[in-house]
C-alpha cells in the first residue's frame, strides 16, 4: 500500500456510511475532495492534494482518507506534517493493521530526518551589501529548515539610505523548484536568468516558504511604515478590493506597531500556504493573515512588474544562480 495511492474502487467510505440527508451530503463532499485529491496527486502536486485528503477526512474521518494525506505530505517533503497524518492513520480502528509496520517504519525514518534537519548541510559566510555595510549570512536555519540568501540591497528615498535587505528562500524546496525556471529561462546562467519576469515571479509565487530582513540604517515610525506599506499594496486596501482581501491586508498593516531606530530589524515571513508573520528588533514573530493573493503581493513590492525600486529589485535576486549548484 505505501507504494502507491489506494484504488478509489478500494475505498469504503461510500458505501459503509449511516443512513440520512446530513451524512450523505458528508458522503457527497468527501467524495468531491478524494476526487480532487487524486488529480492533484497524478498531477504531481501533493502538498495540495494532501489538502484535499484532509478535507476528506473532516468529512468522513477514514483511514484511506488518512494514509493518502500521510503519503502526500511525505511526497511533498513536508515530514511534520507526514508524521502526523500518518500517526493520525494508526489511531483509527477501521485501519487495516497488515500496513502497521510499515507505517511506523516510515515514521521512524521521518522522525531520524527531523532530528538531524536543525544540523546546517551549508557553511553560513558573512555577505555584506555594499551601499550601507550591513552584513547578511548567506545561510540561515528556520524551524530547522535551511534557508539561502539570493540577494541582499539597500532600498534609498530622495537619496537616502533607509534599510538594507535579505531575501532568504527555503533552499530545499526552492532548489527542487530551480530546474523549472531554468528550463523557461533557457540556463542557469546570470544572464539567461536576468531577461525578463521569470526569477522575480519564480519567487513571489514559488511554492516554498521566503524571508526577508531588513536592517534600518535610519528612524522608522510605525505609522510611517504603515503607510508605506498601505501605498505600496495599493488596491488590496481600495474600494475595489474584496471585502476578505481589505480585511487581510489591514491585518497585515497592523502588525507594523513599533517604532524602528537606525539599527533596528524588521523579519517578514511567509510559508507556501500564505500564511505571513512579522517579527521587530528580535521580538517574537507576530502571525499575520493567511491569504495567498496578499502574500504575492507583498512580495511584489519588490519584485513585481513595477517595484517600489527597480535597482533593489535587481539586486534582490543577483544570487539566485546559486540555487542550481
Not at 555584506?128 to 539570493?150: G, H, N, S
Not at 527555503?170 to 525556471?181: K, N, Q, V
Not at 525578463?196 to 516554498?208: H, Y
Request: hydrophobic fraction near 45%; aromatic fraction near 8%; avoid cysteine.
Amino acid at each position: 500500500m505505501l507504494s502507491a495511492l489506494l484504488a478509489l474502487a478500494a475505498l469504503v467510505p461510500f458505501a459503509a456510511a449511516a443512513d440520512g440527508p446530513a451524512t450523505d451530503e458528508k458522503q457527497q463532499a468527501a467524495k468531491r475532495f478524494w476526487d480532487a485529491g487524486e488529480r492533484l496527486f497524478q498531477q504531481g502536486r501533493f502538498k495540495d492534494a494532501a489538502i484535499e485528503f484532509d478535507h476528506a477526512f473532516d468529512e468522513q474521518p477514514l483511514p484511506d482518507f488518512a494514509y493518502n494525506a500521510a503519503q502526500a505530505y511525505d511526497k511533498a517533503g513536508l515530514r511534520i506534517e507526514a508524521v502526523t497524518s500518518y500517526t493520525r492513520y494508526l489511531g483509527l480502528p477501521k485501519r487495516d493493521p497488515k500496513d502497521d509496520a510499515s507505517v511506523k517504519a516510515r515514521i521512524a525514518v521521518i522522525t531520524r530526518e527531523l532530528s538531524t534537519a536543525a544540523s546546517p548541510r551549508h557553511n553560513a559566510l558573512p555577505y555584506t551589501e555594499p551601499a550601507t555595510k550591513q552584513v547578511f549570512q548567506t545561510y540561515l536555519v528556520i524551524e530547522d529548515k535551511e534557508y539561502v540568501l539570493i540577494g541582499v540591497g539597500a532600498r534609498k528615498v530622495a537619496g537616502f539610505k533607509v534599510y538594507a535587505m535579505g531575501l532568504y528562500v527555503e533552499d530545499l524546496a526552492a532548489r527542487r523548484a530551480f530546474p523549472a525556471l531554468v528550463g523557461k529561462a533557457g540556463g542557469a546562467d546570470p544572464a539567461s536568468l536576468g531577461r525578463g519576469e521569470l526569477a522575480p515571479q519564480f519567487v513571489v509565487q514559488g511554492d516554498f516558504a521566503k524571508h526577508a530582513v531588513l536592517r534600518f540604517v535610519r528612524d522608522v515610525t510605525a505609522k510611517q511604515q504603515r503607510e508605506s506599506y498601505r501605498e505600496a499594496l495599493g488596491d488590496d486596501v481600495g474600494p475595489k478590493a474584496s471585502a476578505e482581501m481589505r480585511r487581510d491586508a489591514e491585518s497585515f498593516l497592523a502588525l507594523f506597531d513599533r517604532d524602528l531606530k537606525a539599527g533596528g530589524e524588521l523579519v517578514i515571513h511567509t510559508d507556501p500556504d500564505g500564511k505571513v508573520s512579522l517579527a521587530m528588533d528580535g521580538a517574537p514573530a507576530k502571525a499575520g493573515p493567511k491569504n495567498l493573493r496578499l502574500e504575492y503581493d507583498i512580495w511584489n513590492i519588490w519584485l513585481g512588474e513595477k517595484p517600489i525600486s527597480s535597482d533593489l529589485k535587481k539586486a534582490l535576486i543577483e544570487r539566485i544562480d546559486g540555487l542550481a549548484r
